[in-house]
Structures are given as C-alpha cells and as structure tokens.
C-alpha cells in the first residue's frame, strides 16, 4: 500500500463557460495556458486522524480578461487514507501537496473532456505546484 490511498472523490462544480471575447491565436501559434488560481480546504475526520477530506477548487484568474477560452470553476472532493506505519511530523502537509496533485490531475482530465466538445476545443490547464499553495484548515 502507498503511504496516501485515494478512497473517494467527486466533483461538486464543473463549469467550463465559453468566453465570447475569445479570438484563437493565428494557426501554427500556441494557445497560452488558461491562468488559474487554486484553493485547496483540508479536514481530519474526527476521531480518526488518519483519514483526511480535501477539497480543491479551480477557477480562472480574476484578472485573465479575453485571453482565456473558458471561464472555469471547478471543485473537487477527495477522500483520503494515510498509512498507520506513517508517523510524520508534517503529514498534513504531506497529504495536503500529494492529495491536491492527485485531485488536479482528475479535474485537469475531466475539463480537457468537457471542453473537447465545447466552442473552443480542448483546453488542458496548466501544471501546478502544490508546494507553494497556502492551505485552508477546516473541522
């Protein structure tokens, strides 16, 4: 078993809409990566402190304007169980950074299918580091 088991996840939002101020880039031109800003909540279950809910929602940059393609909101929902034998003085931080980069790569997935169909074609966001990202403690 990994020190970090995924037991659960859904997405409790997933809006991907179509940014009508949109202009493709000219053909052969790259398509610049959606900015995005992360949140990432996290809670222990109580009386179980080897379990762990995190919550990551991803929306677009307040300030991305015409840039972007879609104008996306998303969360998800995962739960999580950590190995007994780990006994690490910052496993929160562990679960956090590992949880919220198993959590992304779902949403990251499930947008490029979503968009795939929509007006402007696939976007895929872009990679993450979860090691700066401040966290949210819940209950």
């Known amino acids: 078993m990994t020190p970090l088991q995924l037991e659960d996840s859904f997405f409790t939002a997933l809006e991907a809409r179509a940014n009508p101020d949109f202009r493709s880039p000219e053909q052969g031109a790259l398509a610049q990566a959606p900015a995005v800003e992360p949140r990432l909540q996290m809670a222990r279950l109580k009386g179980d402190q080897k379990r762990y809910q995190l919550t990551l ?12 393609p879609y104008h996306i909101h998303c969360q998800i929902v995962g739960q999580f169980l950590v190995d007994q034998a780990l006994d690490r003085e910052d496993l929160d931080r562990l679960v956090a950074v590992n949880g ?4 992304y790569s ?3 997935e499930m947008l490029l299918i979503v968009t795939g169909r929509s007006a402007w074609g696939a976007m895929q966001l872009p990679t993450v580091n979860f090691n700066r990202l401040d966290l949210e403690r819940g209950g």
């Open 57 to 68: 929602t991803v929306e677009s940059a307040p300030d991305s304007g015409t840039e972007d």
């Open 100 to 103: 919220a980069s198993i959590l």
């Open 106 to 108: 779902s949403l990251r």
